[in-house]
């Protein structure tokens, strides 16, 4: 079972560094990205002192370290995740010291001071009262975090709804099963060992999930269901929404498959806000994605009608027209057109040859 639960530990971990990898080559800081490669960093290296601490010897304090910014981190991942403008402002920061820095201080400590001189200084008054004040503050973020998650939660619909169950319930059972059921008068020191890692790769796995989600799912107002309706689109909507497809039109900035709405509000020196308004209100759209995904199949409309022998692989078509890949690709165009692209084209083949046979 302690075989098992390291393996876990262990595979969770190196999942927490390939991510880690994938957010500094992407190269793109946001608040998202950013928390979470450094939740990844975090909980890698509190599961390899769960699994190394005892060969590390004091050491295994300096890794240690790392863990009270768990917590927090996870705090600013699932505002991130949850929160169309979310910002990061000085009372995250202190809530974030406020559970990181005890856990440096009492662990910096006992690693750097000899046992005589902490037992003659106070330091279990110290100690006391530095896991009194975590605990106290792990706990709020713990809280937030799941308030995050429920946030506008009766509004939402289909997958968003879906996607923030899953959420709620993972991180529901998990902060449950470790920090508020007596686990250890019921289960064996092995058993709670394997439920711990357990949570660890359920939490990962879920929060993974949920990344991949919103990066392909960008929440704005119209995700929250706080969507302005075009009958009360003001002028400044619409003439903000046509400015907006002139960069579609004109500098066809779908074909970046890594365009979200940040990137139009930077290049037209707008709020985020204002963009995602005009997109709704002033141009009627459901949401970004389905305006880039409206540019993005009319480009793959015309190149699949121009390629009626199916010279080119659809994929190299869906590339070249912006989508990341071939299963987005296809549920976009079969949502537009109500074809998939392959019988597209071979409509467009066979409307080529019935107009040949008829001349």
């Known amino acids: 079972m302690l075989l098992l639960a390291n393996s876990i530990k ?3 971990a190196s999942g927490c560094l390939v991510w880690i990898l994938w957010v500094l080559r992407r190269g793109r800081f946001g608040v998202l990205e950013t928390s979470w490669g450094v939740f990844c960093a975090s909980m890698a290296l ?55 820095l005890p856990s440096v201080i009492k662990r910096g400590l006992l690693f750097f001071g000899e046992p005589a001189w902490i037992a003659s200084n106070g330091f279990a008054a110290i100690d006391d009262t530095l896991g009194s004040f975590q605990l106290l503050l792990s706990s709020t973020a713990l ?17 968003e709804r879906h996607l923030r169950l899953a959420f709620l319930g993972a991180f529901g059972v998990c902060v449950t099963v470790c920090m508020v059921l007596p686990i250890r008068e019921t289960l064996s020191a092995n058993a709670e060992y394997l439920a711990q890692s357990l949570c660890a790769i359920s939490i990962f796995s879920v929060a993974s999930i949920a990344l991949v989600f919103r ?26 929404g046509q400015r907006i497809e002139t960069l579609f039109r004109e500098d066809r900035i779908h074909l970046d498959a890594e365009l979200k709405v940040a990137d139009i509000a930077r290049r037209l020196r707008e709020p985020e806000y204002r963009v995602s308004r005009a997109i709704t209100a002033g141009l009627g759209q459901a949401n970004f994605n389905r305006l880039a995904n409206r540019y993005r199949i009319e480009d793959a409309c015309a190149a699949l009608a121009a390629d009626p022998a199916g010279d080119r692989p659809i ?38 040859a019935a107009a040949i046979s008829a001349e």
């Not at 981190?73 to 009372?91: E, K, S």
């Not at 990066?215 to 903000?240: F, I, W, Y």
């Open 10 to 12: 262990l595979a969770v």
């Open 46 to 100: 509190v599961l390899l002192h769960e699994v190394f601490g005892e060969v590390l010897g004091r050491y295994a304090l300096l890794l240690g370290m790392a863990g009270g910014a768990t917590c927090s981190v996870f705090y600013l991942y699932a505002r991130a995740l949850f929160r169309p403008d979310a910002q990061i402002g000085w009372p995250h920061l202190v809530l974030v010291a406020g559970i990181f």
């Open 143 to 159: 809280l937030l975090s799941f308030a995050e998650a429920g946030r506008g939660f009766e509004m939402t619909r289909g997958p």
């Open 215 to 240: 990066l392909q799912n960008p929440l704005t107002k119209t995700g929250e269901r706080l969507l302005v309706r075009q009958s009360e689109a003001t002028s400044n909507d619409v003439a903000l």
């Open 315 to 352: 994929l190299d078509i869906a590339l070249d027209c912006g989508f990341g890949s071939l299963g987005p690709f296809n549920r976009a165009f079969k949502a537009q057109t109500r074809l998939t692209p392959r019988q597209y084209r071979n409509r467009q083949a066979f409307d080529t």
